[in-house]
């Protein structure tokens, strides 16, 4: 699983099962539960780290099904197959001159999993231009749910809390602006996330959350965390939001990491960070 995930860590999976559409990898899902067995959809594996054993189930990757991309439906409103990946997205709406995604660009991962989890940085989130969202719950079953029903908060939506539907694609409603300037401003937040950001290295992405009224890489670099390391995973040098793998990392030590990081944080500064990768 480790190939599948941008971490480079994790055991086999059981079963490994690449579905060509949505509707077949519902299909797919529901009869592995009925017959007991788990299932793990997974897409760009941005956010995720894998057991060391593996995942003993059925994995339902969803790299084959990004469809023919994103498509315009009528003004400011752009529907979008949930496989693809964000900065493809992007790209699609600035040379459309629709603005309203230029805090995505450099957002690994794909739109479903962004929807998921409310991706965001530099003031957005998905969850500010997401119009409505089609998914499969754990039966088989299509459904259409308006943006405004799905909760969205700080990495958060309504299927934090129904982790076995599936997002299909989403229409997102945007904004007309300068193709130039979107193009501009998406470049900008790539630079910042290049100067400041390890990209250098495996990660999950931003190891923690931000708590309420602190920043999360601020808490851990005062208090001297950053290059703590548990075996090949270490906080990040050059950021201290991210854990990183700097060669063989496990899923244990990754946990261990996390833990550390918290207990630390927690005893200099009473804040109890939340961590935002998710184990499986």
């Not at 990898?25 to 959809?41: C, D, E």
């Not at 690994?108 to 409310?118: D, E, Q, T």
């Not at 007309?176 to 290295?201: C, F, N, S, T, V």
């Not at 793998?245 to 009473?270: I, W």
Request: proline share 5%; glycine share 14%; net charge neutral.
């Amino acid at each position: 699983m480790g190939r599948h995930t941008t971490f480079r860590i994790g055991g086999p999976a059981d079963l490994f099962l690449r579905p060509r559409s949505a509707a077949q990898a519902a299909a797919l899902a529901a009869q592995a539960r009925a017959l007991g067995v788990p299932v793990l959809f997974l897409g760009r594996g941005s956010n995720l780290v894998v057991a060391d054993e593996g995942f003993r189930g059925a994995v339902v990757t969803l790299e084959e099904v990004a469809g023919e991309g994103p498509r315009l439906a009528a003004d400011g409103l752009v529907d979008c197959p949930a496989g693809v990946n964000l900065a493809a997205l992007c790209k699609f709406a600035a040379a459309q001159g629709l603005s309203g995604l230029e805090f995505a660009y450099g957002i690994p991962g794909s739109l479903g999993g962004g929807v998921f989890m409310n991706a965001g940085a530099y003031g957005g989130e998905l969850g500010q231009v997401v119009e409505q969202v089609d998914f499969w719950d754990e039966e088989g079953r299509p459904h259409t749910l308006a943006g405004a029903a799905l909760g969205f908060s700080y990495r958060h939506s309504w299927f934090a809390g129904h982790p076995g539907c599936l997002i299909a694609g989403a229409r997102l409603a945007l904004c007309p602006g300068d193709p130039a300037e979107i193009a501009a401003k998406m470049e900008e937040h790539l630079r910042a996330r290049r100067e400041k950001q390890p990209l250098d290295y495996p990660s999950a992405g931003s190891a923690f959350k931000r708590p309420a009224g602190a920043y999360a890489a601020q808490l851990i670099d005062s208090c001297g965390l950053k290059g703590l390391r548990v075996g090949d995973a270490m906080v990040s040098e050059k950021h201290a939001g991210f854990i990183v793998n700097c060669g063989r990392a496990t899923c244990a030590d990754v946990r261990e990491l996390v833990e550390q990081v918290r207990a630390a944080v927690q005893a200099r500064t009473g804040y109890l960070l939340e961590c935002e990768i998710k184990f499986v």
